[in-house]
Nanobody, 116 residues
Framework: QVQLVESGGGLVQAGGSLRLSCAAS????????MGWYRQVPGNERELVAR???????NYLDAVKGRFTISRDNAKNTVHLQMNSLKPEDTAVYYC??????????WGQGTQVTVSA
């Protein structure tokens, strides 16, 4: 079993910054990818950013240049640095981890609210 612990959400004014973190623990042989999704009520969950074992990354177009994903392999932790936040970034952000090429785990979600 694998546990994901998220931290770092909160309320910030537009233009501000937040840093999300997600730490994975438990039965882990290899983490293929770690990433962040977000969801607004009534909408589908969307991929925000993802980082693979080799270090390559994917970003949602709307966050390119503002968000940066990074990974600490030794600690099985992924971070999402979010700068220049906009009200439309308001959502619940979920950590997502693919392990051993088979298993996908989700965090419990952390609320990010950006006020205008």
């Amino acid at each position: 079993q694998v546990q994901l612990v998220e931290s770092g959400g909160g309320l910030v004014q537009a233009g501000g910054s937040l840093r999300l973190s997600c730490a994975a623990s438990g039965s882990i042989d290899y983490i293929n990818a770690m990433g962040w999704y977000r969801q607004v009520p009534g909408n589908e969950r969307e991929l925000v950013a993802r980082i693979f074992g080799g270090g390559s990354t994917n970003y949602l177009d709307a966050v390119k240049g503002r968000f940066t994903i990074s990974r600490d392999n030794a600690k099985n932790t992924v971070h999402l640095q979010m700068n220049s936040l906009k009200p439309e970034d308001t959502a619940v952000y979920y950590c997502n981890v693919r392990i051993n090429s088979v298993y996908v785990y989700w965090g419990q979600g952390t609320q990010v609210t950006v006020s205008a």
